[in-house]
């Protein structure tokens, strides 16, 4: 049962421009959000997360998105850089131990 | 600072034959532990969890299993590996809802 999902599994960008990537969920009781960056072969490492009382967070270049009612979070990176390629997770957890994740996306940023 | 260990880092093994995959953390007490595999073109799947020593729970019925023998060690082992094991396997930590991933180990069953 895939509770978060990430419907693109790729995206390419020209460097400098703006990165989305768009996450759903079906469970209402997720209440905290989480982006993960993961490059090949190594562990993914945090990026961002928001919780479900705010519907912004922002972080230097990564800012991510909350609809509740649409049960939707965005990622948005600006500018893009040739760094930022790599597969992108989007997490979600309803406060206890299990954190499920998306599919992932995979973010090519051309030069 | 808090950091993950895991070994090895690549693992190639014949169907049939044990596996035993180690984790540690440093920098932390009694942290939550997690085990997670992610398949090739798949998002991360949660093995195993555990919340203090001697305790697991499994969240996939599967050929592996987990234990804690001590408060910062984490080990997945099976006896049987079977072709679909083969993956990429992270032990994680975690004080609260966020998880922090070791460098992962990428197995592959032949």
């Known amino acids: 049962d895939q509770q978060v999902k990430q419907n693109s599994p790729s995206l390419s960008v020209q460097e400098g421009r703006i990165s989305i990537l768009n996450c759903d969920y079906t469970n209402s009781m997720f209440d905290y959000f989480l982006w993960y960056k993961k490059y090949p072969a190594e562990g993914p490492t945090f990026l961002i997360s928001?919780?479900?009382?705010?519907d912004k967070n922002e972080d230097g270049r990564f800012t991510v998105f909350l609809n509740k009612s649409a049960k939707h979070l965005s990622l948005h990176i600006v500018p893009s850089q040739p760094g930022d390629s790599a597969v992108y997770f989007c997490a979600a957890s309803a406060n206890d131990y299990k954190l499920s994740f998306g599919a992932g996306t995979t973010v090519t940023v051309r030069a | 600072s808090q950091t993950i260990h895991q070994w090895p880092a690549t693992l190639v093994q014949p169907v049939g034959s044990p596996l035993s995959l180690e984790c540690t953390v440093e920098?932390?007490?009694?942290?939550?532990l997690y085990w997670y595999r992610q398949a090739a073109g798949r998002g991360l799947q949660l093995l195993f969890y555990?919340?203090?020593?001697?305790?697991i729970s499994s969240e996939v019925p599967q050929n592996l299993s987990a234990s804690r023998p001590q408060d910062r060690q984490f080990i997945l082992s099976s006896k049987k590996l079977l072709l679909s094991d083969s993956g990429f396997y992270l032990c994680a930590w975690s004080v609260g809802t966020g998880r922090y991933f070791g460098p992962g180990t990428r197995l592959t069953v032949t």
């Open positions: 920098g932390t007490s009694n942290p939550n």
């Open positions: 928001i919780s479900s009382i705010k």
């Open positions: 555990s919340v203090g020593i001697g305790q």
